[in-house]
């Protein structure tokens, strides 16, 4: 493990794993489209800067100004669409989208690292007592921690078993195969 302090490198000789964070636990998920969600987003951010400095020149340049009041009124809501509602639309979708996990097995708390809306980074601690899986499908949503949604992508947990914890499958009060064998059992005698 090689870090950088101040342009000169130095070399970490300590016995954690790459994978795991002192103050949040061990990472147990990493989501595959981190860098295209932050890229997306920043795509969309630059490109409403620059719509709202451009506006000005585009405005004096088409003479804009002089026409009805309805092609001015079509003008400002297309760019107002364009510069507002695709950066706000673009956040709501990817609000919940889980870039890191962690899950610290003393306390059993996760840390979820999400971005927020000016693209930092958002830590979400919550107990796996407060995960709540949906009781319909939703697009953008595999559980709630607390009341925040969250999306992460199941295939993509390296140790299932850590997937099954979060999701609280591995708790007895969910269906298991043994049961089923009791219930076979029962209906026979």
């Known amino acids: 493990q090689v870090a950088s302090f101040q342009g000169v490198a130095v070399r970490s000789l300590g016995t954690s794993s790459p994978h795991d964070h002192p103050e949040h636990g061990r990472l147990v998920y990493k989501g595959n489209l981190a860098k295209a969600v932050l890229g997306v987003k920043f795509f969309s951010y630059s490109t409403s800067i620059f719509n709202l400095f451009m506006m000005p ?51 059993d708390t996760y840390t979820a ?26 697009m953008f949503t595999t559980f709630y921690a607390k009341t925040k949604s969250m999306l992460v992508n199941p295939t993509l947990f390296p140790n299932p078993q850590d997937y099954n914890h979060l999701m609280g499958y591995d708790k007895s009060s969910f269906f298991k195969f043994e049961d089923l064998e009791e219930v076979k059992e029962a209906d026979e005698r």
């Open 57 to 107: 020149y585009i405005m004096l340049k088409s003479g804009i100004g002089v026409e009805s009041l309805l092609v001015q009124a079509a003008f400002y809501g297309l760019i107002g669409i364009f510069t507002f509602v695709t950066p706000v639309t673009l956040h709501i979708l990817t609000k919940g989208y889980v870039i890191r996990l962690y899950y610290k097995d003393e306390a």
């Open 113 to 138: 690292i999400t971005y927020n809306a000016i693209l930092a980074e958002k830590v979400t601690v919550f107990h796996q007592k407060d995960v709540k899986i949906p009781d319909i499908t939703k």
